[in-house]
């Protein structure tokens, strides 16, 4: 970028824009934007911007790109892959969409919502619930997470099974483009062939595109009743067997079928003490069916009882309260914290065919153990979409992270899966996506950015490599 007089003279126009108040320049003061939750990426930017308005984050952009000044999106900062912090190269501008948290509109006929990038994601969820409708998108952060940050990356979480993920669930979008341009599709149809679905551009690029100052979001009826329970399995092609069950019994109304291994379930117990309600398996299952037809308890009841005669199932409980739903999901959703305590990791978001689980974990592991016997997993993820949280705790400082990340994924790649299944690339798994991608697919990702960020100043470093070291 610019000289010392250039960055000056761009915050005092970032000012000129937002507001005094709306911009932050102060180290301590930008802190917590300028480095992600779990402190792994760290940046230095120039200054951190709020705007309260679609046209003042096209202002920003616009003064931004006059000084050649890199403009990083964030929301509620929760990613896993780095996408919403700078990537330490210095100088960055931050764009806060934080301020800009309304909902514009809801409608519950037509179930749709139009709300601004900034929105949490737990409000949205509520506020549609309180129409009785829900925004099915669902993830441990909903309470900082924003809808413009889940809508960026793509976002995926434990109901994505029956719902798809946020690229299913998005109707109509707003961005601001490099040079400022404000692009209004936030049209709320369900069919829309008008042209290209450009759209689906912004939807997962984290920000490399465009940015998203608002969205239009699909919403499905809220179910009235829902079962929850968590089953312990023998082994994983009995995890797989069950799931095909469960398909095959409950599956209009199968809303998660979340795998969690023993050595997760322990974890969890050691560093938060949540009793497993079932044992004696190496897997665990918790699924859920919910359906706005009474009867999906007696459905439930009726799948493990079959899956406990077949051998598919060896111990379990079915919630009998919303109370105790809510504990079983609490032993899930702590897993991640767990990890954090339990010392440094190695996180893998990987997503391989369903039915090629069982192959891929073997032949993970081996690898694996011929590398450094002394690793420790920590597996678990959503079966039902393939997608598994392979993350390998290190045994010592001496571990190579990158040796094990490139082991773990020529073992994806050999079972026909991909490095990323929902948290995105972000800065963590740039080189891995360099290294595993065809020069074909590398080559028309740098032609969509060339066409549409062709000063390279949205988000740089993230998804694709900064051009400077590309
Ligand atoms: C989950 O499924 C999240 O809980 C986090 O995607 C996964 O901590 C992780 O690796
Ligand atoms: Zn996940």
């Known amino acids: 970028m610019t000289t010392q007089t250039g960055r000056t003279a761009l915050v005092d126009e970032l000012i000129a824009i937002a507001g005094p108040g709306a911009v ?3 180290a301590a003061d930008m802190e ?3 480095v992600d939750w779990r402190r792994m990426f760290f940046g230095t930017p ?12 096209a202002d920003i952009v616009r003064a ?26 210095g100088g960055e501008v931050v764009l806060s969409l934080q301020r800009m948290a309304c909902i514009r509109a809801l409608d519950p006929v037509g179930m749709t919502m139009e709300v601004e990038a900034g929105a949490i994601l737990q409000t949205v969820r509520e506020a549609a619930l309180e129409q009785g409708r829900m925004f099915p998108t669902g993830i441990g952060a909903e309470g900082s997470a924003t809808i413009g940050g889940i809508v960026s990356t793509n976002a995926g979480g434990v109901n994505v099974l029956r719902y798809g993920m946020t690229r299913a669930l998005v109707l109509g979008l707003e961005v601001v483009l490099a040079d400022g341009t404000v692009v209004n599709g936030l049209r709320r149809l369900r069919k829309d062939n008008a042209g290209y679905d450009w759209k689906q551009l912004f939807i997962g690029s984290e920000g490399t595109l465009g940015i998203v100052t608002a969205a239009v979001l699909r919403l499905v009826p809220a179910p009235q009743h829902s079962v929850t329970a968590f089953i312990a399995v023998p082994d994983i092609d009995a995890a797989l067997a069950f799931y095909s069950l469960a398909q095959s ?6 809303s998660a079928f979340e795998l969690i291994s023993a050595a997760s379930v322990g974890l969890q117990e050691k560093h938060f003490g949540l009793k497993s ?3 004696g398996g190496q897997w665990f299952i918790l699924l859920e069916g919910a359906s706005s037809l009474a009867g999906i308890g007696e459905a439930v009841e009726s799948l493990l009882a079959e899956a406990f005669e ?7 409980v079915a919630a009998a309260s919303q109370q105790q739903a809510r504990a079983l999901w609490e032993i899930r959703e702590r897993i991640t914290e767990a990890e954090g305590r339990e010392g440094r990791s190695v996180k893998h978001d990987i997503s391989v065919p369903v039915t090629a689980i069982p192959a891929f974990l073997a032949d993970a592991g081996k690898a694996l153990e011929d590398l450094s016997p002394a690793l420790r997993l920590n597996v678990f993820g959503h079966l039902g979409d393939g997608n598994l949280h392979y993350n390998v705790m290190m045994a010592g400082p001496g571990d190579d992270g990158a040796a094990i990340n490139r082991t773990v994924h020529d073992a994806v790649l050999r079972h026909g899966g ?3 299944a929902e948290h995105g690339l972000g800065q963590y798994r740039v080189g891995e996506w360099l290294r595993t991608k065809t020069p074909a697919e590398q080559a028309l990702s740098a032609a969509l950015k060339q066409t549409l960020d062709p000063a390279g100043l949205l988000n740089p470093g993230k998804v694709l490599p900064r051009r400077d070291r590309g």
């Open 24 to 26: 932050l320049t102060d």
């Open 32 to 34: 917590p934007y300028a």
């Open 46 to 57: 120039l200054c951190v911007v709020r705007p309260a308005a679609t046209q003042e984050v």
């Open 64 to 89: 931004c790109a006059r000084h050649g000044a890199a403009v990083v999106p964030q929301g509620g900062n929760t990613g896993l892959a780095g996408g919403a912090t700078p990537d330490g190269s």
């Open 249 to 254: 019994r409950i599956g209009d109304t199968l």
């Open 277 to 279: 309600p079932a044992s």
């Open 310 to 316: 077949s051998g598919l199932a060896v111990d379990g």
């Open 418 to 420: 991909s490095i990323s």
